[in-house]
């Protein structure tokens, strides 16, 4: 089993920045995929930005390219999203997950993963 927190989320105005944190624990050996969703009330979870634990390498949506950065420190089993120049679509309960045996990609699907955090709710708002 993998247990994942998520911690950071707060209101901001646009044009501000936040940087989420994902702690991973248990058995880190099966979180070999990392991501981040975000999910808006009837709509579904979509991916934002996976990194290769091992490698470093990561992958973004669109959305969030050259805006947001995932990064992982390993000597502390932890993920994070760095989220700058902030605009209103980017409101969200964002999720940390883990993935083992797959592809991180910029389009991966949330049922691809088997471990889930418990959300941390960012608001971007005047």
């Known amino acids: 089993q993998v247990q994942l927190s998520e911690s950071g989320g707060e209101s901001v105005q646009p044009g501000g920045s936040l940087r989420l944190s994902c702690v991973v624990s248990?058995?880190?050996?099966?979180?070999?995929?990392m991501a981040w969703f975000r999910q808006n009330p009837a709509k579904e979870r979509d991916v934002v930005a996976t990194?290769?634990?091992?490698?470093?390498?990561?992958y973004y949506a669109d959305s969030v390219k050259d805006r947001f950065a995932i990064s992982r420190d390993a000597s502390k089993n932890t993920v994070y999203l760095q989220m700058n120049n902030l605009k209103p679509d980017d409101s969200a309960m964002y999720y940390c997950?883990?993935?083992?045996?797959?592809?991180?990609?910029?389009?991966?699907?949330?049922?691809?993963?088997?471990?889930w955090g418990q959300g941390t709710q960012v608001t971007v708002s005047s």
């Open positions: 990194i290769y634990k091992g490698t470093g390498t990561t």
């Open positions: 248990g058995n880190t050996a099966r979180a070999s995929c």
């Open positions: 997950a883990a993935g083992h045996g797959i592809y991180c990609t910029n389009q991966n699907r949330a049922y691809e993963f088997s471990y």
